[in-house]
């Protein structure tokens, strides 16, 4: 289950826990189903592209203030800027350390297997080497997202202090999806953060459409009247409905008693069906049966 969280909540910046409850359970779980086609999809692309198998997981989903939620990631950071177009606002990718240096690796040849992390900032040189990893990022985030909307996310750059950042603002709701990644034989974790206000504004999106509902061909409609009127039965019966009695006189009841119903003697009667009162009647005499002629439905 999604969770609504502060990691390392810092203390000046109050969690607007108000503007949180507006996101529904089922958005988030839309998010986080979202983001596990975007973790499969982003593995596979990426094992073509590094030629080197790459797998991953969906590790969380919470709800967080951006500030907050900056104090916990460790600088120099690699956070990768997507600016959302035609909605407001970015989102960021956070890269973890053991992962930046086995994919400079692989874009230079190598085999991934790198047994140390980059714990500096990446250099110009390395992060145009990088632009194509970036690319994947972006397209497979706008894939993941198509079935809700059409999103371009458009690499806007890379920086290393996310307290710094001004894609974000401090006091942002946020929702933050985590995910382990292997590359070769190194693991590692990426962090999405997207804006709580642009999953909100997409609610209506991320609801379930009803399907319209197809009309049924006079064929098929006589082939069911067919049906029911061979195979269903229905029990009908005969009462003289309206009449009450105590439950103590019912307990008391023995052979020989007369019961008053308080109902005339006019020959009216009630026809049921199911146990359902539906039409009205009197009866009468058919030969040697006694029956039912219907007055009233």
Known sequence: MSKVSSPGAAADVPFDFRQSSQISDAQLEAVRALHEAFIHRLCES??????????????????????????????????????????EGYTLVEVGPSLVAPILDCVLGGSGKITFALEREITDIEQAMLEPFFGIVAHELREAWQPVAPIDFRFAGVETTPQASGRIAAGDAVIVVAADLRIGENEGRIHVVIPALTVKSLRQKFEPRSEARKPVSRDVEHAIEEKLAAGLKLNLDCALVGSSIR?????????GDIIDTGIACDGAATILVNGIPKFSGEVTVEGALQAVVIQTA
């Open 46 to 87: 990426l094992s073509v592209n590094l030629l080197v198998e790459v797998s991953g997981t969906l590790a969380g989903l919470e709800q967080a203030v951006f500030a907050s939620l900056a104090e916990t990631i460790s600088t120099p950071a690699s956070l990768l800027c997507f600016a959302m177009q035609p909605q």
């Open 247 to 255: 439950l103590q006189d019912l307990l008391n009841l023995k052979p």
